[in-house]
Nanobody, 114 residues
Framework: QVQVAESGGGLVQSGGSLILSCAANGFTASAYTMRWHRQAPGKEREWVASITSSGVTTYADSVKGRFTLSRVSTKNTVYLQMNNLKSEDTAVYYC????????WGQGTQVTVSS
């Protein structure tokens, strides 16, 4: 069964850092584009970043230069390094894969205090 599981969220002060993980189950993450989205309270879910099977990364303008995607194939996991966090980054973060777009995990809450 194709599943992803997000983790690593928490409470951090403005300017701080967090690393989110997206663990893939039932498929090989490195074979597919993996995406991160986020949803803030009262707002629609928005795309944050993607990494393709060839390792090409793209980012939303709002996080470019602050967030970095990486992948560890041996762990079948994609990581989102988030630096210089801002209050507007507060959201529940979700990942999915091209193997099953829209099949999200439970999400992980990121709260940035100002």
């Amino acid at each position: 069964q194709v599943q992803v599981a997000e983790s690593g969220g928490g409470l951090v002060q403005s300017g701080g850092s967090l690393i989110l993980s997206c663990a893939a189950n039932g498929f090989t993450a490195s074979a597919y584009t993996m995406r991160w989205h986020r949803q803030a309270p009262g707002k629609e879910r928005e795309w944050v970043a993607s990494i393709t099977s060839s390792g090409v990364t793209t980012y939303a303008d709002s996080v470019k230069g602050r967030f970095t995607l990486s992948r560890v194939s041996t762990k079948n996991t994609v990581y989102l390094q988030m630096n210089n966090l801002k209050s507007e980054d507060t959201a529940v973060y979700y990942c999915d894969s091209a193997r099953a777009y829209g099949r999200w995990g439970q999400g992980t809450q990121v709260t940035v205090s100002s």
